[in-house]
């Protein structure tokens, strides 16, 4: 199984220390941990945050990536404050290098070859990376949208366009209420509200999450939940991103979709009980986890 994710990498800068973070990135190195072949395509920097990017991705032992260096813009930030609950809101500089993936021979290929693609709302801010983007969802063969609702960085018709040409959607439970507002949708359930983005957007694949609420999965038109798992949270960031990828990889790789999706609140919880949005856990650590929730 091979899978492309595409979009930002950045630097998560938070009051006291800084952690390097961008959903696509998350997602990717929690892909590969689980041995998954994953490709990165994202652009930094010529700068010293960008060094370090590549870096810290080359000590992963992540070798599949495709960065592209940019000499004019830099790399990304983003400005990280935490509540009193430890939930995660953020300040996202514009514009950045991620802002200008060119599209290549290279990242088409890689694309072409792969089972599907995951990006984020985020990385079609700007014209220059949604172009690449969408050109590339052209050649995909299962495309993968993870929403990222961060104003003023999204408009109604851009978004509109997006979860159009996506197979699968995830967003949460915040961006579910926004996207309804956007849409005019006035069902009031949450399984009428996911119904309607589908038929909206022409696909049978949708996923909410709901922080320590769980998740709703609605995949090939049945209903499936999990009600979450109690953690003391550090902070969440990160955590959706590695819910994505373990649900993602379970049910590409034909793990039923209870299984999957239990499996990915797991370890989404696990990193909102951890720092940073790249904790590292075992095989053995995550099997502990589930059987400890499982009597608790």
Avoid at 46 to 57: E, K, P, Q, T, V
Wanted: one cysteine or more; aromatic letters at 10%.
């Amino acid at each position: 199984m091979k899978i492309t994710c595409f979009g930002e990498v950045l630097w998560d800068i938070f009051p006291e220390h800084k952690k390097i973070g961008g959903a696509p990135l998350n997602v990717a190195l929690r892909l590969h941990s689980m041995g998954v072949d994953t490709c990165l395509i994202t652009r930094v920097g010529n700068d010293n945050l960008g060094n370090d990017i590549i870096r810290y991705i080359e000590e992963q032992e992540f070798s599949g990536h495709t960065f592209q260096i940019d000499p004019e813009n830099k790399t990304g930030e983003v400005l990280v404050e935490l509540d009193y609950e430890n939930t995660a809101t953020y300040h996202i500089s514009y514009p950045v290098a991620w802002d200008f993936i060119a599209y290549s021979k290279i990242i088409e290929e890689r694309v072409k070859e792969s089972d599907a693609i995951i990006f984020g709302s985020l990385a079609c801010r700007n014209k220059v990376s949604r172009n690449t983007l969408f050109r590339l969802l052209d050649k995909a063969k299962f495309k993968i949208l993870d929403v990222n609702l961060r104003p003023p960085h999204y408009t109604e018709k851009i978004l509109s366009k997006v979860m159009i040409k996506a197979d699968f959607i995830k967003l949460n439970d915040e961006e579910l209420v926004e996207i309804c507002k956007t849409f005019k949708i006035a069902a009031s359930t949450l399984e009428e509200q996911i119904t309607a983005i589908a038929k909206h957007t022409n696909t049978n694949k949708v996923c909410i999450t709901k922080g320590s609420k769980g998740a709703t999965l609605y995949y090939k038109e049945v209903f499936y939940h999990n009600r979450g798992y109690r953690v003391k949270v550090v902070d969440t960031v990160g955590a959706g991103d590695s819910f994505l990828a373990r649900l993602i990889s379970g049910l590409l790789q034909n793990e039923k979709p209870q299984e999957a999706l239990d499996y990915a609140c797991a370890i989404g919880a696990m990193v909102a009980g951890s720092h940073g949005a790249n904790p590292t856990f075992s095989k053995e650590e995550i099997r502990n986890f589930l059987i400890y929730q499982a009597y608790k």
